[in-house]
């Protein structure tokens, strides 16, 4: 009996590894992707201009910054970065995992 509980005891930890290494292995990793998005007027948000997709966070603010600058909005306008956004075709709207600065 006690050799038993012993063999079932390594068998479930010997699963648990194989199927820790196979999520690890094979899982799906999102790439993250950060839109900018850059309001001409910081007190309309629903006013925005998608101002292309950047691979870091880093990026996204100095494109957008840049961008700001070129429209010579600094004073006026701000700008957002959103991770990972996808297009809600019933909603009409961009759907985003998170917003920063």
């Known amino acids: 009996m006690k050799r038993n509980t012993f063999t079932n005891i390594k068998t479930l930890v010997l699963t648990s590894l194989v199927l820790v290494l196979f999520t690890a292995c094979f899982g799906e990793v999102t790439p993250k992707e950060w839109t900018s998005l850059i ?4 007190q ?6 998608k101002n292309g997709i950047y691979p870091t966070l880093e990026e996204c603010r100095k494109a957008s910054l840049l961008e700001l600058s070129n429209l010579k909005l600094e004073e006026k306008g701000t ?5 990972n956004c996808t ?5 009409k709207v ?6 920063t600065k």
């Open 79 to 83: 700008y957002n970065c959103a991770l």
């Open 44 to 49: 309309n948000t629903k006013r925005s201009k």
């Open 94 to 99: 961009e759907i985003c995992e998170e917003t």
């Open 39 to 42: 309001y001409p007027d910081k």
């Open 87 to 91: 297009f809600h075709e019933g909603m």
